[in-house]
């Protein structure tokens, strides 16, 4: 990890740790739901570093980074954009323009990737989920608009695009050139396993992906498939509401999700009977780059007690945003309402936590200083670890005891919302994927 990089890191926790003991220092005085309250907090911070801090700052920045930091704090996928941002973002919003195949997320103050889609560019390029996108075209993307850095990814058709890029695997910055292409949505795969099982990848919930879905399901069951396999890794794209179509294919009655925010009256989508295309067992498959409409139908396959959920936590992105115009002709974009799990998680801030946790099998190659894969560098052992646990489940031959007390399996970690309800009996949060 290069220096600056670093200090930024090191910079900005140290900002952190000073607003918050500056704000648990006011608070004695300022109750909970005191907006004013806080807001005279944050403004004596302003003050002090205007009138302390060892050199003249730039408020600006200051001033953008405090309204991306409080944004981020509450809503990973929000962006804040000023007039000049909102305006080419209104004319930029083309999304027939050629991509990259990425989708975004903020993390660290940093545009992070939450998926980058079977066959594009970036996956071609070895970006996973988790990496931090440093810069685009040498803009640095610290405290930048997510809504901004999508645009920046844009652009024509063979045109090209430079990242820096962080990967979880090597920390050091590496320049990565992408070649902007048309980004299509990836096929739905479906096909027949040993053992009367039918395996249906589902990739995405976007263009006529759930049609789709349904054709296929239906030629399993012709060719006599006994047991389903929904493997969901990596479907990340999509109306958020298909999710909800997805999981009434496998159940005919029960609640599969609720959406609901501040001012967003409680909408319950309940399972319909003619939607039911499938009552056989059922196994669903999840890993880190699982988000939207397909965590909706997970969580709801799962709650239901319809199927075991073999993998790893999904990524958690499931609301509904809205783009709020501005006094000062900005923009925010801000989750304003979620979609919460029928037992009542909110899935945007615990994901899909598997009922058999695993983590799949690292089976790329090791890269080089400029990011590109070393020739026969790739583990030798490539089964599809997750896959194969999940047949075993679904036909019978293993259970989610056995998987558990041969060590194959763990227990899921504790949501936030666990931690929260049983902090005297924890001593130390389970480790949990990175996001």
């Known amino acids: 990890m290069n220096s600056k990089f670093k200090w930024t890191i090191v910079g900005s926790s140290t900002c952190i740790v000073v607003l918050l003991l500056l704000a648990a220092r006011s608070s004695r005085a300022v109750a909970p739901d005191d907006v004013y309250g806080h807001l005279k907090v944050y403004t004596e911070v302003l003050q002090r570093i205007k009138m302390e801090y060892v050199e003249e700052p730039d408020m600006k920045s200051v001033t953008l980074g ?68 440093e810069s685009i075209n040498n803009i640095a993307t610290r405290d930048m608009p997510l ?52 395996y249906l990848h589902v990739t995405t919930l976007g263009g006529n992906g759930l049609d789709e879905v349904k054709t296929k399901l239906a030629d399993l069951k012709r060719q006599g498939a006994k047991y389903i396999v929904l493997d969901l890794r990596h479907c990340s794209t999509g109306d958020q509401e298909k999710g909800v179509l997805l999981a009434n294919l496998f159940l005919d009655k029960g609640q599969i999700t609720y959406l609901e925010g501040q001012k967003v009256e409680k909408k319950t989508f309940e399972a319909k009977p003619d939607g039911n295309e499938w009552t056989g067992p059922l196994v669903v498959i999840t890993n880190r780059s699982t ?28 609301s509904l945003r809205k783009t709020i115009q501005m006094d000062d002709g900005g923009a925010v974009i801000l989750s304003v309402a979620k979609y919460y799990s029928p037992s009542g998680k909110a899935i945007q801030d615990t994901g899909v936590q598997p009922s058999v946790q695993m983590a799949e099998n690292d089976n790329s190659p090791e890269l080089d200083q400029e990011g590109n894969p070393i020739p026969d560098t790739a583990p030798k052992k490539t089964e599809d ?8 489940l679904v036909t019978g031959k293993t259970t989610v005891a056995q998987l558990m007390s041969e060590g194959i399996a763990t227990v899921p970690p504790p949501t936030r919302d666990d931690q929260r309800n049983n902090r005297p009996t924890i001593s130390k949060p389970a480790a949990q994927p990175d996001r």
């Open 291 to 318: 988000a939207g409409g397909a965590e909706i139908a997970a969580a709801a396959l799962l709650d239901d007690k319809r199927a075991q959920v073999v993998g790893e936590r999904s990524y958690g992105d499931a």
């Open 66 to 133: 405090a309204i991306n930091g409080l944004l981020e704090s509450v809503d990973p996928f929000a962006s804040y954009l000023n007039a000049d941002q909102y305006r080419q973002y209104e004319k930029g919003a083309d999304t027939s323009k050629a991509g990259v195949g990425l989708v975004l997320a903020k993390r660290y103050g940093y545009v992070a990737a939450v998926d980058a889609l079977p066959g594009s560019p970036a996956e071609k390029a070895n970006i996973s989920t988790g990496d931090l996108i």
């Open 385 to 392: 670890n997750l896959l194969k646990q999940s047949i075993d």
């Open 147 to 198: 809504a901004y850095a999508e645009q920046l990814l844009r652009g024509d058709a063979n045109s090209t695009v430079e990242l820096t890029v962080l990967r979880l695997r090597n920390p050091d910055p590496q320049k990565i050139t992408l070649t902007r292409a048309a980004i299509s949505y990836p096929a739905i795969m479906a096909k027949m396993m040993p053992d009367e099982v039918g």
